[in-house]
């Protein structure tokens, strides 16, 4: 067994993923088809429906096998991933249902940078990120991972203009796309970063259908540059759910 070193790029392909419990049925289907197995995320009772199940709002994976967890689902995820072999760390910060007490967690890592609104991040990330010297890039939007669509350790999708406005100047190279035509759930619309993950080295997944969103062959040329292609998990319009997390 081997865990992936970086938090959300492998560097092969994984057979292993954290995804949200409200995963549907052809998306199950079809990462089994890959060979790739799922571990469920539980709700998070403090904040809001739409995003309770979100893994990427109550934990984030650091390097090499330690998952940082909010404290609401620390028991969870340290019963289910701990004899797995993973360093389940319990945060300072209790995920809550309004904006911006539920953002603690919910920043991008790509190489050595990371990417939040760092008014908000949670004491023991900060401290990681301190102690291993990562460039910190610090942005107004607070649900950064749910935004940011990661490619590469240098490259990201977003549709957010203040975070495009920022990263472009640390010379991240970021595609600008579209607002919208992303579901989740009750509310208005979703963002790219919750309805997609890498599944290897070569792979950028999504939960439903990309060809299906306005910016298809601009996102298809953007992710063809970095040696990647795309796969859509199911056929259905593309759902927020979180972040396809890689696990082992």
């Known amino acids: 067994m081997e865990f992936i070193k970086s938090s959300f ?16 049925s052809e998306m199950i289907d079809n990462l089994k088809i890959l060979n790739i197995n799922i571990i469920k995320s539980t709700r ?3 904040t809001y429906n739409a995003i309770s199940f979100h893994p990427d709002i109550s934990l984030i994976k650091l390097d090499n096998n330690n998952i940082l967890v909010s404290p609401n ?20 910060s209790t ?10 967690y919910n920043a991008a890592i790509l190489g050595n940078k990371v990417i939040h609104n760092f008014n908000f991040t ?16 610090h942005v ?17 999708i977003t549709s957010d203009e203040g975070i495009y406005n920022e990263v472009i100047k640390h010379n991240i190279d970021c595609l600008l796309i579209e607002k919208g035509h992303i579901n989740l759930f009750e509310l208005n619309y979703g963002f ?4 997609s993950g890498l599944i290897s080295d070569k792979t950028l997944a999504f939960f439903g259908d990309i060809s299906a969103h306005p910016n298809y062959d601009d996102i298809k040329k953007f992710v063809k540059s970095k040696n990647k292609n795309i796969i859509c998990l199911s ?14």
Do not use: W
């Not at 689902?73 to 300072?92: A, C, R």
């Not at 995920?95 to 603690?104: C, D, L, S, T």
């Not at 790219?192 to 309805?195: L, N, R, S, T, V």
């Not at 056929?235 to 082992?248: A, C, Q, R, V, Y």
């Open 73 to 92: 689902v620390y028991e969870y995820y340290n019963e289910i991933l701990s004899p797995l072999g993973f360093n389940i760390i319990k945060g300072s």
């Open 122 to 137: 949670d004491e023991k990330l900060l401290k990681y990120i301190d102690e291993n010297n990562f460039k910190k890039i």
């Open 235 to 248: 056929k259905e319009n593309l759902l927020d759910l979180g972040s396809l997390i890689p696990l082992i």
């Open 95 to 104: 995920v809550e249902k309004k904006y911006p007490n539920n953002i603690q």
């Open 192 to 195: 790219i970063g919750g309805c």
């Open 9 to 24: 790029i492998p560097h092969k392909k994984i057979s292993l993923a954290l995804v949200d419990d409200r995963i549907t």
């Open 140 to 156: 107004k939007q607070g649900y950064c991972k749910c935004s940011i669509c990661i490619v590469d350790e240098n490259s990201i």
């Open 44 to 46: 998070c009772e403090n």
